[in-house]
């Protein structure tokens, strides 16, 4: 097989082979390899005419077939594709617009309102609706040219992640790096032609890249899950079960979404045979109840952000294996060497002394778009020489080695947080309760073990208001389950908000709360 330069060769080699094939199938259907490339062509057609080559094309819908085909036209253009969900607030996607500096935005019968509302307040000229694009001639030519003027190291997506100073992060990825990961995931978890992978998480989450990007390396169906299942864990299972799915790479939080509700009970899963998971630390029983259910099924824990395009470690869950101190992260993948590093700067090998985490690699990310500074600060030369340029990500991630020589996740060095399998920065949170009139500060905790966010503020603003804006401004993931409101901020002996205390400060008024409804049932 020729080296690959694009990510699209996949689907072309896809639909040379087997244009008959399912490819994808969603909430209102299905079409088959030679459909999505048809359609890709179509979009990309009409997108090259709109000058897309090396540009960003916000892809402004819900996820599925008609998403996809948008996302593959932006490449088959020479351009790159954005994804941003449709239930992000307009607020983020203006700011993501401005990052980007002039995309093409690309929007569905559903967000068209939404997206002309931003179009207007940040100076685009147009927005697309996918609908026309899908409608296009296909035009040879103008393809030929936008693909051979594609090189692997050109950007493929951009997905955009929480940002400290309120500007969320676009976080670029070459297709030499989406290349340089999925050929060997395929390979070692074995992907098969017959096979059908369940993607859950949603298109601008880059684990939605493993589901896309798996099913097109080997050829398989990419079954697109509805949504509205997710609250609804039985109707969920049941819909897996239906649609004879085989592999799921899902997100800890929505596995354990359905075991904590009772998902699985009564319930077959028939077809699945491997299930990995990745976004946080997976809780252990959540893990047994999921094993017991599927006795066959192989599990395995993934690691790894974004900024190294989706996963540089695995592990393959022993199921004799009692894991009490954890589940380990796991040994890399092919073409990827994961450092533990000290604050000298030394590289840790003792067990049980914390380092950070470093990934080298050509999988590493391009850079965050229009940041040079932000860049710089993580994308940095390999602290443990400079006898040649050699660029490592510095992950914030935090490790210790056991003495068996497992590497263990330890936490963050920062204020960044894992919550529902996102990475959230506690700044961001704190920027946009802190735009509303009348708040004079907010900072905001993480309680990992009740896995909520909680922001406290001083001033003068009710906490309704305050949450009726953030609901305006934040995704839903980064939505604080409580905002309560606080005389003043402790602080630390460095004159910082102790956010350690807030966090003692939130468990203490639960604890009082919860002797408060002892006493009246008592009472009763």
Known sequence: MALRRSVLSYLEDDAARHSGRCAVIDEGGSCTYGQ???????????????????????????????????????????????????????????RIVGVLQDPLVVADELTLDAAEKVGESTGLSEILLAEDLLNHLVDEALLACARAGVIDSDPAYVLFTSGSTGTPKGVAVSHRAIIDFIDDFVRLFGFEETDRVANQAPFDFDVSVKDIYGALACGCTLVVVPRTLFSQPAALVSY???????????????????????????????????????????????????????????????YGPTEVTCNCLYH????????????????????????????????????????????????????????????????????????????VYRTGDLGAYSEAGELFYRGRKDNQIKHQGHRVELEEVDLAIEAVSGVTRCRCVYDKEKKRLIAFYEGTADAASLRAHALETLPPFMMPTKILPIEAMPLTKNGKVDRAALLALSREAAARRRARTKKREKDL
């Open 240 to 302: 897996l079960e239906e649609k004879q799915v085989t592999i799921m790479t899902w997100a800890v939080a929505a596995l354990c979404l359905i075991t904590s509700l009772h998902g699985l009970e009564g319930q077959t899963l028939s077809s699945v045979r491997r299930v990995m998971f990745s976004g946080e630390v997976m809780p252990v029983d959540h893990l047994r109840t999921w094993m017991d259910h599927l006795p066959e099924a192989v599990f395995v824990n993934l």
């Open 316 to 391: 393959i869950i022993d199921r004799d294996r009692a894991y009490g101190e954890g589940i380990p992260l796991g040994v890399a993948f092919p073409n990827r060497q994961v450092l533990l590093v000290g604050e000298d700067g030394s590289l840790v090998t003792e067990p049980g002394v914390t380092g950070e985490i470093l990934v080298r690699g050509v999988s590493l990310a391009l850079g965050y778009v229009g940041d040079k500074e932000r860049t710089a600060a993580v994308f940095t030369q390999n602290p443990l020489h400079r006898r040649f340029p050699d660029r």
């Open 36 to 94: 999505l490339y048809l359609r890709a062509r179509k979009v990309g057609s009409a997108l090259a005419e709109l000058g897309a080559r090396h540009r960003a094309v916000v892809v402004y819908m819900e996820k599925g077939i008609d998403a996809l085909s948008v996302m593959f036209g932006a490449l088959c253009a020479g351009g790159f594709y954005v994804p941003v969900d449709p239930q992000v607030p307009a607020e983020r996607l203006a």
